[in-house]
């Protein structure tokens, strides 16, 4: 197992899976821990891109008290093994190869994850379809993948990047803080007619208030697919 | 719910996990028809709470509890009793017959 800082709290893990069968960007692992006394703790964890024979990767958050993210995230060594399962789910997926529509992806935090699958499963889409990702984030030091997004976006004029800053915003930032409006879903988006397939990932209330925006501006329900994982955040 | 630290999900997209365990197919994307309301949903898009002690799928149009999962070390509860029907697709092929 490696380990690769990404954030002052995030980390990703890289995990050596003998036979892993592939997956789809969006798609899960489940990890579970055995403590000595049996004690077992599982958790799902978003895979970060696609999947490269039996390497899998996962970027976890670390969270106070949090079980599992704490041993993930800092008790590994390259030799410590892990109960993983997987790839599970299959409805906040995105299929590189089965469709052109146009994706906007919509981030809350930790919730980048699999967005970040989806934007590095383009290499291998024919046509790959343009990609607009919206990331809050509380501050620029709470940027996930904060290099690699900014190289991709500069390389590849199909791929939008832009970062919506809730608490402390980086100098020169026109943008005033605060949460995501309608008017970065429409400013930074696709207009509703370019019919776009919409994946929101993020806490709770951030994925529900999203969902609301998107759908008060005039984008199809059915087309909003949508990820929760916890009651805060950005 | 306020000391959820685990970066945990909140819909039924968690649920793909323990369900693999024992379906054979990918349940989160079957349509669930909600026994209270009569609306349909897909299992993704249930609002869950858990995952310890277990999870509970809620419908996300009336709120009714859809499903309870709870898994032992030696078994794993499974009550669908909220949904009235579940529609899984299957390869237009696959009849049997």
């Known amino acids: ?234 | 719910m306020s000391e959820r630290t685990e970066f945990a999900f909140y819909d039924g997209n968690s649920l793909a996990g323990p369900l693999s365990e024992v379906f054979a197919v990918e349940l989160t994307t079957a349509v669930g028809r909600c026994r209270s309301c009569g609306k349909s949903s897909e299992v993704a898009t249930f609002r869950v709470y858990g995952p310890e002690p277990g999870f509970v799928g809620h419908c996300p149009h009336c709120e009714d509890v859809l499903l309870r999962l709870v898994r032992t070390p030696d078994a794993l509860w499974l009550d669908f009793s909220g949904v009235s029907a579940l529609r899984i697709s299957m390869p237009a092929d696959s009849t049997g017959s």
């Open chain 1, 1 to 234: 197992m490696e380990r690769r800082r990404e954030t002052a709290t995030a980390s990703t893990l890289v995990l050596d899976v003998p036979g892993w069968p592939g997956h789809q960007p969006g798609q899960h692992l489940d990890v579970r821990l055995t403590a000595d006394d049996g004690y077992q703790a599982a958790r799902s964890y978003s895979l970060a891109a696609p999947a490269d024979g039996d390497r899998v990767e996962i970027t976890v958050q670390r969270v106070p008290d949090g079980e599992v993210s704490s041993y993930l995230a800092d008790a590994t060594q390259s030799d410590d093994a892990v109960e993983v399962r997987g790839p599970v789910g299959g409805w906040f997926v995105w299929n590189p190869q089965g469709d052109s529509r146009p994706v906007l992806l919509v981030a809350g935090g930790s919730g980048v994850v699999p967005l970040m699958a989806m934007i590095r499963s383009r290499d291998g889409a024919r046509p790959a379809p343009p990609f607009r990702l919206i990331y809050s984030v509380r501050s620029p030091d709470d940027r996930i993948y904060d290099q690699e997004l900014r190289r991709r976006a500069t390389e590849d004029g199909d791929l939008d990047v832009t970062f919506i800053y809730t608490r402390t915003a980086p100098g020169g930032e026109a943008r005033p803080v605060g949460r995501i409006s309608a008017d970065d879903l429409s400013m930074y988006g696709f207009p509703v007619v370019e019919e776009p397939i919409v994946y929101v990932c993020g806490p709770t209330g951030f994925v529900e208030r999203v969902s609301d925006l998107l759908i008060d501006l005039g984008h199809d329900p059915a087309k909003i697919k949508t990820e929760r994982f916890g009651p805060s955040g950005p």
